[in-house]
């Protein structure tokens, strides 16, 4: 225990400590927590931008990031620090056009436009933003700290407990669940992932003629993950919307705001009011996240479900959908706390489990010297797991973003109210040339150029056909685990047929993923 | 073949210097594109970078790096034959590259005799690693478990030593599980893990057999492991052949033999100057610089070329 | 017999692909098949990892077919969309393909006796393409969506090139703009 005392210790150091931006007066100022408010900023700005959402920008900065702090270990905090701080922003900014305009931001503040706006309309807006703060902090909040308290228990036990069958049974378990539980059919789920996979496993076999390259010479590395991933959530999101504006030039405009009246502002015995709602949001939202693939917007959707339903039960309660602050307040709190949660599957095992867990891995994956995973949670003996210290490093990071978000962030989200005017026909076109240029710098190849539009194609059919997008990312990125643990698996067996069905936990997880492919599926 | 090859080259080097350009006179006609085979951000391709920025300080060329890993550094080859072969061009590689890997993969355009071999950077510190104080933490202990008829995982990660801990284990009488894995980093893991009980390293358990986590309990290479002194050779231990090898520059095949020679004494220049960082991080993380061109590079490389072809041999039958 | 929907004929179609390339692209495209014996065992070859992928697609398509009775009749590729997505590809074609070809013509037609590789890393040569292509990318797009061309448009393109060029080409030495990189 005291072991992971010094961790956290080191981890808290590696963020205050790390390399300075400059010095002010004798002391430091940590490039780490500079890159953490630029990204909070970032994130509230974009999350209140409608067309623009938290992964787009973390896909753009993620290679300017790079190029701009290198391949090396210290890089990492610095890059971490600015992703987190996107992802924490854009959940609260997503609250912004959805209160004072009915547009959500982001798609899991879709719900908040339903009591959000009204509040708004009805002369309260701030009151409205200032609760939707709270609520999205506070769920946050509770989020991160399921996180590192679960997180590094989870990788110890798998460590222990998990030899190579039964990681792959694992890895097998989680494609099936987000295949099952993301999208509108189980069907469409499984197209997108064997997509996934397929586009994946080109030329990234064992053998030393690369396979599935139907002898064109740029696929002898394979499609490059930067083009797969941006291409298919990014680019493609950036066609449909542009399709959308093409038939409606209008359709992402805003409609009057209006402004604030006297009684406007946090009223007394606000908090009180929304407090259960927000304890209630917090739980379902940190459940709901800690499984991979099922998002934030089920998370807000279960969570404005339940609260409306016990409104309806006090009749001394104000109705939902009036502009009730526990409407808001149970949104807020389930969508945030998806985020941290979130990343117990992507820290113990590498499994991510939403876009904005895409990206943290793409980060780690380029930069190196850290890989999400189990083994980062080694203490070996008489050494310093640089891994782990990193992993408290982010926690660190984490924490100070929400206390930032708590004290900050509801005057950066009421500055940002004006670019929801910003026209989306100009900005996509402008985010498309940005996008297509980090990759380029990245990749330094013209195909990985052509291959990101030939992808955003692809993204662009399946948003058109209703095929999920993510389990296509989320399989290409578990693709190659799944078959090297596999391939591990049955060579170090000498050779087992079996090998899956070789101990009674691989067998339990092999049968779970049946089990979700069947009934979750079945539910809509 | 090419030990004819070598004599010829050298000769033709020799009747065109004086009239060709010399080699203190050259200059790379325009910026360079340098090539580097293996995950950005991992101790190669730090490695390479840094020798770039030294070549740039010292010479005040252009390079600029391109990452292009992947295939066991033929994809880095294939790329580097379309290059123009007049120094602007050139990439980093091991040197199993160009002997093991081309010859397992066949392809005729890909072999050591289509390429030119600039330099080598470091040689492997190559080691049979396992857990400290664990089952297998020597090479007895390996003999005795195998011969209890416990099932012994030796991890791998490529082709070359999948094939040499085969043919260890044929000499030795022990048949392993061998598991192909991801990278030196990818064999600790499975260490660490009890994934795997066995497996080479190229250098990177320097640090762990430092701290004691680690132990070589055998070496791969002729010269003794800077780490543990005693760890017996492969040979020793029955094995046919080394799994050596070097961190090594390699350019398209018939460069200008002036580039060849200003190129290969850059790279010297900078990786045994003590005063850059490229020859800092070769000491602290490869064993020191170990820096060979020209003949005596070609002469390592035929040989290193020829056994990979019996290794080879020996595997098949 | 009830007719067949849109929604059917994608789960043909995704059936017929993977099976095709089940039985075609894998086995031709690979070298190692599903099983081989190297070293005296037996490993798993690299068809294998591909061809389950291939059955789970064969199997997806199955499914969007069962499925395919409910609903979803909204749900379909229509010309109108296809026409807008071969207009947004027609003008990254173009808009791309003058960002690979300026530089080079350009060296060509006033560079003298150099070669666009050689001066790849060089101003002013190593910005004319991005400079074209990427100013005409966004322009078109934008008078596409917005149904007319205005010199605001031109004006955001060239903006956009400008900051990007300052971040990736000014700010940092190994990074090159496209198209440099691929000559």
């Not at chain 1, 089920?298 to 409104?311: D, F, I, P, V, W």
């Not at chain 2, 089952?135 to 478990?145: I, L, P």
């Not at chain 3, 009775?69 to 173009?94: D, K, M, P, Y």
Request: include cysteine; charged fraction near 15%; glycine fraction near 12%.
């Amino acid at each position: 225990m005291s072991e992971m005392l010094h961790y956290v210790w080191l981890g808290v150091l590696s963020v205050f400590q790390g390399p300075a931006l400059l010095e002010l007066g004798g002391i430091g100022l940590p490039l780490a927590l500079v890159m953490l408010v630029a990204g909070l900023v970032t994130g509230i700005a974009v999350g209140a931008t409608p067309g623009l959402a938290g992964p787009m920008a973390m896909a753009i900065s993620l290679p300017l990031l790079i190029s701009a702090f290198g391949f090396t270990p210290d890089a990492l905090l610095p890059v971490f620090g600015f992703l987190i701080g996107i992802m924490k922003g854009a959940t609260l900014g997503g609250a912004v056009p959805a209160i004072l305009f009915n547009l959500p931001g982001t798609p899991d503040a879709m719900m908040t436009t339903l009591d959000g706006f009204p509040m708004a309309q009805a002369g309260q807006p701030r009151r409205a933003l200032r609760i939707a703060q709270l609520s999205s902090v506070a769920g946050d909040t509770f989020s991160d700290i399921v996180l590192f308290i679960c997180a590094p228990f989870l990788a110890v036990m798998v460590e222990a407990y998990l030899d190579l069958p039964e990681k792959t049974a694992l890895l097998i378990l989680s494609i099936s669940f987000i295949a099952a539980v993301m999208g509108s059919s189980v069907g469409k789920g499984l197209l997108s992932v064997s997509l996934g996979l397929v586009v994946a496993f080109i030329a990234a076999g064992t053998d030393l003629s690369p396979r599935l390259t139907l002898g064109i010479d740029a696929l002898q590395t394979g499609v490059p993950l930067i083009a797969a991933v941006l291409g298919v959530l990014i680019v493609g999101e950036i066609f449909a919307t542009l399709e959308r504006l093409w038939h409606d030039n209008h359709a992402l405009d805003v409609k009057a705001a209006s402004d604030g009246s006297a009684e406007d502002g946090l009223q007394p015995g606000d908090i009180r009011r929304i407090a259960p709602y927000v304890g209630r949001g917090a739980v379902i939202g940190a459940a709901i996240g800690a499984l991979p693939g099922v998002g934030s917007t089920l998370a807000a959707t279960l969570s404005y479900t339940m609260a409306a339903r016990r409104a309806r039960r006090n009749p001394a309660a104000q109705p939902f959908g009036t502009g009730a602050p526990e409407g808001i307040a149970a949104t807020e709190a389930a969508n945030s706390a998806v985020s941290g949660a979130n990343l117990i599957p992507v820290l113990s095992l590498g499994i991510p489990g939403n876009a904005a867990a895409v990206f943290l891995i793409l980060a780690a994956d380029s930069i190196g010297g850290f890989n999400p995973g189990p083994a980062v949670f080694s203490m070996p003996e008489g050494a310093i797991n640089p891994q782990l210290v990193t992993v408290f490093g982010i926690f660190t990071l984490m924490s100070v973003g929400n206390l930032l978000n708590w004290v900050v962030g509801g005057g950066v989200m009421r500055a940002m109210g004006v670019l929801a005017k910003i026209p989306a026909t100009r900005l996509l076109p402008v985010v498309l040339l940005v996008s297509l240029t980090a990759i380029y710098v990245q990749e330094t190849s013209m195909f990985a150029i052509w291959a990101t539009l030939a992808f955003g194609v692809l993204g662009w059919a399946m948003r058109k056909l209703a095929v999920p997008v993510l389990p296509f990312v989320i399989a290409f990125i578990l693709a190659g685990p799944i078959e090297r643990s596999a391939r591990e698996a049955f060579s170090a067996s000498g050779a087992d047929p079996w090998f899956l069905f070789s101990s009674p936990t691989s067998v339990i997880l092999l049968l779970l993923a049946v089990v979700a492919l069947i009934f979750l599926g079945r539910e809509k | 073949m090419t030990k004819f090859y070598t004599p010829l080259l050298a000769a033709a080097l020799l009747v065109t210097s004086p009239i060709g350009v010399q080699a203190e006179d050259w200059t790379p006609p325009g910026p360079i594109t340098m090539y580097v085979g293996f995950a950005a951000g991992g101790g190669a391709d730090t490695q390479a970078r840094l020798i770039a920025q030294g070549i740039e300080e010292t010479y005040g060329w252009t390079i600029i790096p391109q990452q292009l890993p992947g295939n066991s550094g033929l994809t880095l080859a294939a790329e580097l034959a379309k290059a123009p072969a007049d120094g602007t061009a050139f990439g980093m590689v091991v040197s199993e590259t160009l002997t093991y890997s081309a010859q397992a993969a066949g392809d005729p355009a890909l072999q050591l005799d289509k390429f030119t071999s600039l330099a080598t950077t470091a040689e492997f510190q190559m080691g049979l690693v396992a857990m400290a104080g664990g089952t297998f933490d020597s090479w007895d202990k390996v003999t005795e478990a195998a011969a209890a008829g416990t099932p012994i995982r030796f991890a791998t990660a490529s082709d070359r030593q999948a094939d040499m801990a085969w043919h260890l284990g044929q000499k030795a009488g022990i048949e392993f599980n061998i598991v192909e894995v991801r990278g030196g980093a990818g064999v600790m893991d499975g260490l660490r893990g009890g994934d795997v009980d066995i497996g080479w390293v190229a250098g990177a358990q320097s640090k762990s057999v430092q701290q004691g986590e680690m132990t070589n309990i055998a070496r791969g290479i002729a010269a003794p492991l800077a780490d543990s002194p005693d760890a017996p050779a492969i040979t020793e231990l029955g094995s046919d052949f080394y799994l050596d090898g070097y961190f090594m520059f390699i350019a398209p095949g018939g460069l200008d033999p002036a580039a060849r020679e200003a190129l290969g004494a850059a790279i010297r220049a900078v990786a045994e100057d003590a005063a850059s960082e490229a020859n800092a991080l070769l000491i602290k993380g490869f064993g020191g610089p170990s820096v060979r061109i020209g003949a005596d590079l070609d002469s390592y490389m035929a040989e290193a070329d020829a056994d990979a072809a019996e290794l080879i041999k020996a595997v098949g039958e | 017999m009830p007719r067949l929907s849109f929604a059917h004929g994608l789960g043909l179609a995704v059936i017929a692909l993977a099976v095709l390339a089940l039985i075609l692209w894998v086995p031709q495209d690979t070298v190692s098949g599903y099983l081989l014996s190297k070293r005296g065992r037996v490993s798993i070859g690299d068809a294998m990892a591909p061809g389950l992928a291939f059955g789970l697609m064969a199997l997806s398509g199955a499914l969007i077919f069962l499925e395919a009775r409910r609903a979803e009749a909204e749900i379909r590729l229509t010309a109108r969309s296809i026409g807008f997505l071969l207009a947004i590809l027609t003008i990254c074609l173009l808009a791309l393909g003058a960002m690979i070809w300026t530089g080079p013509l350009a060296v060509a037609l006033f560079g003298g006796e150099g070669s666009y590789r050689n001066l790849r890393d060089t101003a002013p040569w190593k910005y004319l393409g991005f400079i074209l292509g990427g100013t005409g990318l966004v322009a078109a797009l934008i008078a596409l969506v917005e149904h007319r061309l205005s010199l605001r448009a031109v004006g955001l393109g060239l903006v956009t090139v400008a900051v990007l060029i300052g971040v990736f080409d000014l700010a940092f030495d190994d990074l090159l703009l496209p198209p440099n990189g691929d000559q």
